[in-house]
């Protein structure tokens, strides 16, 4: 029998499921999820953030064949932490004649660790790989307008076109955005009794007439933008609330009445999580008034991060508060790492609930992350919940194609019987020939189900670091003996297409390997600028000059222009061109910045 994480174990205990059951030893006929979705996610340039209209065609005609019969898309309209100027352009907030700054993301803007670099100075003529003679990578919509109006203009022309192709090949679809979430331009509208101030946040109050008028503003525009839109989503932000002292919002009497009649809703809560729940409670039954009252057609569904401090402590009570046609939804924990807690399911008895598997991890962007143990375990486990849809995010389109075909298949089929190995060696076979997937499936099962990648990292949302990719002597031997076994598979296959795919999936592990390399070369400058910085000691003549020679010697060993050679060799998607785009903004203008400190430090010894 196939491993079943303890977790799982504990959920379907508690639910009084046998571990045969979850394994698909079907004793009826297998019925399909009622919603097979997919949320791909809007923020980076591996995504569909640079994804132009043939590049959505391309992805909404595999959808349709893999009988996915719902799209979503989340657009941020600022936050908390480092998302407070984060404003994307598929919602038009306009208030009091204030529109706001927005943009989808692209190679000359400064979000998610971005530093703006122009397309003719990437590294290693990699220039050469992107199409056009544009300056700069990303969609159209962002880099060929040239201010704010066109940015909307554009992207809600795209997205409008979006739907409309999906609706054509049978998909619904769905708006969402965070509700209780400003542009910042509007927190120079304080009144008194607006805002509450977060740690890094401006929170507003529902029961501020300012608040409700700017969340109307927000779904007006979304039935303005999309007539044809199927669902709203309202999503719980995801770091607003970090930090925040609830006393601060009770010292307002209109909320602290609020609070009063609705806090009995979310009991056995703490103080900060009952806040949030009567704050979110509130903002989504009067999005909810308002959408039915302006287009009652559409459906309602809400989300959030399924963290232990996000939206799973406050769905009991705002299933009790809220009415049975809104749909649930929640993003699995831990970047999808978990399965969905185990009291959805009683949730799920009464109201339509929706879980999310992650195909990917916005941790390991650079990275091919294999998790077809994990998203058929999750989405098994989501009938055994008797939950009424499952979705899966994801930013990247090639690197996830294994997982995507794992999720339609058992959210077509919950029941199937195929182990991991099994859907390894079918989905093997189609990409790299029958012969390979026989030596190959093992493998990327045991890479898949023992987690090779471990702790290696190469978070998008951050700027490069040389402890991206690091990896353990273990995990670098088991991608050599993965890498042996593609070079074995390529010699003895003379079909093209299947050449190709093993050495696609080569150049991924070979990269992760450079990457690793790169990483620990680079680590000495870093460390030593680092040091003359924040070093309460400074070090003597000799010191410093030894410091200097061992970084410099490591700096110039680094295989930067290997590792870019590397991953070019495998570009063969608009998401791969975004990584690409990422590594030269973010780990080749590091290398250069590192290259002009030690070359200033070198110039002042002499």
């Not at 590049?55 to 941020?76: A, P, S, T």
């Not at 287009?295 to 809220?322: C, H, M, S, T, Y």
Request: glycine share 8%; aromatic share 12%.
């Amino acid at each position: 029998m196939e491993r079943i994480s303890p977790l799982v174990l504990a959920i379907v205990a508690a639910l009084g499921i046998l571990p045969g059951q979850l394994h698909g030893q079907a004793t009826h006929t297998p019925q399909p999820f009622a919603i097979r979705g997919v949320l791909p996610w809007h923020n980076f340039l591996s995504g569909p953030s640079a994804w132009n209209l043939p590049d959505y065609e391309k992805y909404l005609d595999d959808c349709k064949g893999k009988q996915i019969n719902f799209i979503g898309f989340h657009c941020y309209t600022g936050g908390g932490q480092r998302y407070v100027n984060y404003v994307e352009p598929m919602i038009k907030i306009e208030y009091k004649n204030i529109i706001p700054e927005a943009f989808l993301d692209n190679s000359l803007t400064a979000r998610w660790g971005y530093e703006p670099l122009s397309v003719r100075d990437f590294a290693f003529k990699t220039a050469g790989l992107f199409p056009g003679d544009a300056t700069a990578f990303g969609s159209d919509c962002s880099i060929l307008s040239g201010n704010t109006i066109e940015h909307y203009t554009r992207t809600q022309k795209l997205m409008k076109d979006v739907m409309s192709m999906a609706h054509a090949r049978g998909m619904q679809t769905a708006m969402g955005f965070e509700f209780g979430v400003h542009p910042p331009e509007f927190f120079s509208l304080f009144e008194d009794g607006l805002y509450w101030e977060g740690t890094g946040s401006m929170i507003p109050n529902p029961t501020h007439y300012q608040a409700v008028e700017i969340l109307f503003a927000a779904i007006d525009n979304i039935l303005e933008a999309y007539p044809d839109v199927d669902w709203i989503w309202l999503w719980l932000n995801e770091h607003s609330f970090f930090g925040f002292d609830a006393d601060k919002a009770l010292k307002n009497p209109q909320f602290k009445s609020l609070y009063d009649r609705n806090s009995y809703l979310f009991q056995g809560a703490d103080a900060s999580q009952t806040l949030i729940g009567v704050w979110s409670l509130e903002y989504i039954r009067l999005a909810y008034e308002h959408i039915k009252k302006a287009a009652p057609g559409k459906g309602v569904l809400i989300g959030g991060w399924g963290g232990d401090n996000q939206l799973p402590p406050i769905l009991r009570g705002l299933d009790k508060g809220l009415p049975k046609d809104i749909v649930f939804s929640c993003l699995n924990p831990g970047l999808g790492q978990y399965p969905q807690p185990e009291f959805i399911a009683e949730i799920a008895a009464h109201r339509r609930f929706w879980s999310i598997p992650w195909l990917e991890g916005d941790h390991q962007l650079w990275h091919y992350q294999p998790r077809v143990d994990i998203v058929r375990e999750q989405v098994k486990l989501a009938r055994m919940m008797k939950l009424d849809g499952v979705l899966a995010i994801h930013w990247r389109t090639e690197e996830i194609r294994a997982n995507l075909a794992t999720f339609s298949r058992f959210a077509l089929n919950p029941d199937d019987t195929a182990s991991v190995s099994d859907v390894y060696r079918m989905f093997l076979e189609k990409e790299c020939g029958t012969r390979a997937a026989r030596e190959l499936a093992p493998l990327f099962t045991e890479f898949d189900k023992d987690m090779w990648l471990g702790a290696s990292t190469s978070p998008e949302y951050y700027i490069y670091t040389p402890d991206w990719g690091r990896m353990d002597s273990i995990a670098r031997g088991n991608f050599q003996r993965l890498i042996a076994a593609l070079d074995r598979a390529e010699r003895g296959n003379s079909d093209r297409r299947t050449k190709e795919n093993l050495k696609w999936y080569k150049a991924n592990f070979e990269f992760a390997l450079l990457l690793d390399e790169v990483g620990r070369k680079l680590e000495p400058a870093y460390a030593f600028r680092k040091s003359l910085y924040t070093a309460q000691d400074k070090p003597g003549r000799d010191e410093l000059a030894a410091r200097l020679r061992a970084a410099r010697k490591s700096l110039d060993e680094a295989p930067l222009e290997q590792l870019f050679a590397v991953y070019a060799s495998r570009v063969r998607s608009r998401g791969e061109l975004g990584v690409l785009s990422s590594m030269n903004q973010k780990l080749f203008n590091e290398y250069v910045n590192l290259q002009k400190f030690l070359s200033g430090v070198e110039g002042k010894k002499h």
